[in-house]
């Protein structure tokens, strides 16, 4: 047997995601989907295969050099593209003595190559084409004799006959190269629509109860995704493979773009975290960073989701069911004394993370930046309160300038006592989980190297639970003593750093607030900007404000805005 996969296209449906990937290139469970056919074909019994190129050919040809396989493996460039007669023209001398095989490369099936094949070998007719009942794609007539009657859905047909669609898959002999021109584009559509014009007939294999699908839109991609990888989710999860449907749930997400979902088969649950298709070949995307800092953490011990299954290109990743109460709702729920106890379990097992965490920390698993940095606070903190929070949000006419040597000052006292380890960014009571007593860390792939007191003034300043400031100076103490204890901290210098990651982080909240809730349009979070304004206020109040006045009056001059908004 020998075998013709059709993998020249441009992809068009799948912009801009083809712009810089071949779609026979796209993954499911980490595998490109060419790789998947050619497995099919090997296990069919095929020989030789031979892969029409055009669109990003040289991506195809050095995946396919790099691969070991069974049959004789070959591509072959069309300078043009040839369309699917011309390639198979295109090819003449590659099949010369036996039927040809042809299969889409941007269709996922289980249907069995060679029963296909051997069907093709039982009858005499020059061609046949597997079909199948898919309403959206019913476009040829077939005869209840299975013999296909013409490709226009409008023409009429005998009343026997029943509209199907073509899977993409067919065999022929070499008696349709008569019907395709012989040279430049072609579409073996017209070639076999000329053939039954001649009176040939072409035979239909008519295939039930089987998988197919076309992976060339975005949405058939990531439906083909799911169903490829969430049963393997259930199967590495929890030792074997549903036996029943895969039941998807979308739950809802916080601030970022991505997707949640809670899926259950037989009586388990696992959720799955979609990303978006990869946007750019090479560079590191959140979906990278989340994989790679997730798998590192649970491996040295912190309590954060075991990652079971994840396909980076299309953004999949199916994780461990952490439940839906968040510390958010867990804190609120108790009195002060509880609540106060749980903080400090919570800080504990943040220590843990954080010192374990550090060790052996790749910075390249990172996507934003490798550490926090002096250049990252004034760009992502400071400067994005002032256009996101102070213009974009409350419309005040502010001159960045005269807050940038503050800015500065700031970004030195943030990190002139840092106490260095893995650093989560985004510590607070929504992305921490409290199951059953268990506490977990979630969303984690902002994470990087860099002061413990930013992650700690993330977990104690948080808006969505306005801890007592009383409350809040005791954990910080109870922090700084732990620290001590395990790595031998001086607490003052601690708790100095803290104060100013304190100020960066309020100004970070503020800016993400006004973001989300303006350009995003997400008003919730707008509800937790006064509250985010008044810890700052306080807080430049304070010591530290001491050393940063003009941010201190402008902190003031929030407040009087607000009033007078609210007023």
């Known amino acids: 047997m020998k075998a013709l996969i059709l993998a020249a296209g441009l992809g068009t449906r799948l912009a801009p995601f083809t712009a810089h990937t071949p779609k026979p290139l796209f993954t499911l469970h980490r595998r490109p989907v060419i790789d998947l056919t050619i497995a099919q074909l090997q296990q069919a019994g095929c020989a030789a295969i031979m892969v029409n190129t055009h669109h990003h050919h040289d991506q195809i040809e050095t995946f396919l050099a790099g ?339 503050e800015f500065e000052i700031l970004a030195e006292l943030a990190l002139q006592n840092s106490v260095t380890g893995f650093m989560h960014r985004d510590l607070q009571s929504r992305n921490i989980m409290v199951q059953d007593k268990r506490i977990a860390f979630i969303d984690f792939q902002g994470g990087r190297l860099g002061p413990l007191q930013y992650d700690l003034a993330s977990l104690l300043i948080d808006p969505y639970i306005a801890l007592p400031e009383t409350m809040q100076k005791r954990l910080a103490q109870y922090a700084a003593q732990a620290l001590q204890r395990i790595a031998g901290v001086d607490p003052r210098y601690f708790l100095q750093g803290y104060d100013y990651c304190a100020l960066t982080r309020n100004l970070q909240m503020l800016g993400a607030f006004a973001f989300l809730s303006r350009v995003k349009g997400k008003r919730r979070f707008e509800i937790y900007i006064p509250q985010a304004v008044a810890t700052l206020q306080r807080r430049l109040n304070g010591p530290a404000g001491a050393r940063l006045p003009r941010l201190a009056a402008m902190a003031a001059q929030i407040g009087q805005h607000l009033a007078r908004i609210t007023d």
Request: net charge negative; proline share 4%.
């Open 67 to 405: 691969r070991a396989y069974g049959a004789n493996v070959r591509t072959r460039q069309e300078a043009e593209i040839l369309g699917t007669g011309g390639a198979i023209r295109n090819i003449a001398d590659f099949w010369t003595d036996a039927p040809l095989l042809v299969i889409n490369a941007d269709i996922v099936s289980d249907i069995d190559l060679k029963c296909v094949y051997d069907y093709h070998l039982s009858h005499s007719c020059p061609v046949t084409m597997v079909m199948h009942d898919r309403a959206q794609f019913n476009t040829v007539a077939v005869d209840a004799n299975d013999f296909v009657l013409g490709f226009d859905p409008v023409r009429p047909h005998p009343a026997t006959a029943r509209q199907m669609a073509f899977t993409g898959i067919h065999v022929l002999d070499r008696r349709v190269l008569d019907f395709l021109p012989p040279d430049g584009p072609a579409h073996i559509i017209d070639a076999y629509a000329e053939m039954l014009a001649a009176g040939e007939q072409i035979k239909a294999l008519v295939v039930r109860n089987h998988y197919w699908q076309d992976i060339g839109t975005p949405a058939s991609y990531k439906a083909t995704a799911f169903d490829h990888m969430a049963p393997a989710a259930f199967a590495q999860a929890f030792g074997r493979t549903p036996t029943g449907a895969v039941l998807d749930q979308p739950i809802e997400g916080d601030g970022s773009d991505r997707h949640w979902h809670r899926l259950t088969a037989d009586g388990h649950t696992l959720i799955m975290v979609d990303h978006g298709i990869r946007t750019c070949r090479d560079s590191r995307q959140e979906v990278d960073a989340f994989v790679d800092i997730g798998r590192h953490l649970h491996a040295s011990g912190a309590c954060v989701p075991a990652i079971y299954l994840h396909d980076t290109f299309s953004g999949l990743v199916f994780l461990e069911d952490l439940g839906a109460c968040h510390l958010q709702q867990a804190a609120q729920a108790l009195p002060p004394v509880a609540q106060e106890d749980l903080y400090r379990q919570v800080i504990d097992l943040w220590l843990h993370m954080a010192l374990e965490g550090a060790h052996h920390f790749d910075t390249g698993w990172t996507y934003q930046s490798t550490h926090y940095s002096r250049e990252l606070i004034l760009e992502r903190e400071c400067h994005y309160f002032v256009e996101a929070f102070l213009k974009g949000c409350l419309g005040l006419n502010v001159c960045e300038e005269t807050l940038s040597g």
